[in-house]
Antibody
């Protein structure tokens, strides 16, 4: 059974940093691209970043480029999102999602339950 | 970035109704579009990928169509569990972008 479990929830001050993790199980992690998607309170969905399965190529939303870094540890079946220079508008539930192939150009098929990031002083 | 629009933004329907939601891209995206269902407090669920392919386990009352810039999600006979918000997502050109959502509620 495919499972994605996000962690790293927290309250952080503006300008601060936070690292999210997504522990994957039930599939060959290195064979699949992964993405982070977020949802601000009461708002719609926003794709944040994606990373391919084997060559580690990455893409970002303009709103986070230069501040967030996506990475993965394939031997440990874990996806990460390092978030720096956080702003109030980064407050959201962050979901990790699996793409159905090695690149992010395949649609997603499994999603985690999300982890809440709150940026506030 | 490619802009995605959806219409309507909300609709009220009855059980058994046929429901159609449309999504439009600001430029051609071939058939690189997915449809997602989200219920309050839950993660999004994939319904359709590649514009018209039904995700495994999704009821056949859901269908998708379209290519290029105009896409449609149809629910052939609305069921009580289908009341939710629906989003389209273009995965043609990053940054990938979602539509603003269509909320389907009970009439």
């Amino acid at each position: 059974e495919v499972q994605l479990l996000e962690s790293g929830e927290g309250l952080v001050q503006p300008g601060g940093s936070l690292r999210l993790s997504c522990a994957a199980s039930g599939f060959s992690f290195s064979s699949y691209a992964m993405s982070w998607v977020r949802q601000a309170p009461g708002k719609g969905l926003e794709w944040v970043s994606g990373i391919s399965g084997s060559d580690y190529s990455t893409k970002y939303a303009d709103s986070v480029k230069g501040r967030f870094t996506i990475s993965r540890d394939n031997p440990k079946n874990t996806l990460f999102l390092q978030m720096n220079s956080l702003r109030a508008e980064d407050t959201a539930i962050y979901y990790c999602a699996r793409h159905s192939g090695d690149t992010i150009y395949y649609g997603t098929d499994y999603w985690g339950q999300g982890t809440l990031v709150t940026v506030s002083s | 970035a490619i802009q995605m629009t959806q219409s309507p933004s909300s609709l009220s329907a009855s059980v058994g109704d046929r429901v159609t939601i449309t999504c439009r891209a600001s430029q051609g995206i071939r058939n690189d579009l997915g449809w997602y269902q989200q219920k309050p407090g839950k993660a999004p669920k994939v319904l359709i990928y590649s514009a018209s392919s039904l995700q495994s386990g999704v009821p056949s009352r859901f269908s998708g169509s379209g290519s290029g810039t105009d896409f449609t999600l149809t629910i052939s006979s609305l069921q009580p569990e289908d009341f939710a918000t629906y989003y389209c997502l273009q995965d043609y050109d990053p940054p990938f972008t979602f539509g603003p959502g269509t909320k389907v509620d009970i009439k």
